[in-house]
């Protein structure tokens, strides 16, 4: 059976799995107050339903979702109206944090790509089965501001603060494999596999084995160099002698195009988190919220994306 045939697609399969589908194919299914309402709607309905057994999460036609609508932020931020941001964050913070603590099995389907808060809502997920197609990233310090809906504390919390770090820092894209080495995603299948992996999972076939994280291979490095140096330092370009100088420049390079309030909070936020719940965690994040909206780097990073170089100056 179906419900909800426009934003959100719902459908109940025989053996009690739920597929709720984002359903705005032509915006990369990039998350907005309509969407997140109908989200909600949906997801509430498939926990309160004892008929669901798990509900698995995905994005229509070739995207699983491009992050949160940037026209919105942009209005709002012309607007001077920094509290309809928080409400909005707030809002899909603590969706999030149900799918996350869900009693039923949370599963993300990844078919594609996401960005921003597509990759945060396939983190808040208990599993994430991918294809070859699927990617993660996080480019908010390129357009002025920071992942604001638990991005960094999940992927902290799955690998460690220092990688997270990284790929806040550079935004640089975590394709699906390489979630796979770094247990971001449970389970790489083809297309075609999707619906049977997942089957097996909720029906405990194929589970994933808990063990603690250590960074495999060549993760190793980066995760030693951002353990080792600290924000202040890469933004004076003081680096040790016995760190790999070509791997150093190539990260101050990256940073050098990003926001850097953006930048200097993330890096705070992160820290910041270390220890705290999720709960907790998610208030350090939303507590910085106006502080990052109402710079001049925000308007100017999320104005220009995709169509200029941004020109950010620190205010």
């Not at 603590?94 to 996350?100: D, G, S, Y």
Request: with cysteine; aromatic share 8%; glycine share 6%.
């Amino acid at each position: 059976m179906k419900h909800d045939e426009n934003l959100v697609l719902v459908e109940i399969q025989d053996n009690g799995i739920a597929f709720i589908t984002l359903n705005r194919p032509k915006a990369m299914n990039a998350l907005n107050a309509a969407l997140i309402n109908k989200f909600e709607e949906a997801f509430y309905k498939m926990e309160d339903d004892p008929a669901v057994r798990a509900i698995v999460i995905k994005g229509a036609g070739k995207f699983f979702v491009a992050g949160a609508d940037i026209k919105f932020f942009i209005e709002k931020i012309k607007e001077k109206d920094f509290a309809t941001i928080i409400s909005f964050t707030r809002k899909t913070s603590e969706l999030f944090l149900a799918i996350e603590n869900s009693k039923k099995i949370t599963i993300a389907a990844l078919d594609g790509l996401s960005l921003g808060g597509g990759s945060e809502l396939a983190l808040s997920c208990q599993a994430i089965v991918a294809t070859d197609k699927g990617t993660m990233a996080f480019p908010e310090t390129a357009i002025g501001i920071f992942p604001g809906l638990g991005g960094m504390l999940r992927l902290a919390r799955k690998t460690t603060p220092a990688l997270a770090k990284y790929y806040t820092f550079t935004g640089r894209t975590i394709s699906a494999s390489d979630a796979l080495e770094l247990g971001i995603v449970t389970h790489l299948v083809t297309a075609d596999e999707i619906q049977e992996m997942i089957t097996k999972l909720v029906l405990k076939e194929e589970q994933k084995k808990e063990t603690p994280f250590l960074p495999p291979g060549r993760f190793k490095g980066i995760d030693t160099f951002f353990s080792q140096i600290n924000y202040q330092e890469l933004i004076a370009q003081d680096i040790p002698a016995d760190v790999d100088t070509s791997f150093a420049e190539s990260i101050i390079k990256s940073i050098g195009q990003k926001a850097p309030v953006a930048l200097k909070l993330a890096n705070d936020i992160i820290d910041m988190q270390i220890g705290k719940s999720n709960k907790d965690a998610i208030e350090i994040e939303l507590s910085h919220l106006e502080e990052i909206f109402s710079t001049e780097d925000a308007l100017e990073g999320l104005y220009s994306a995709g169509k200029r170089k941004p020109n950010y100056t620190g205010k």
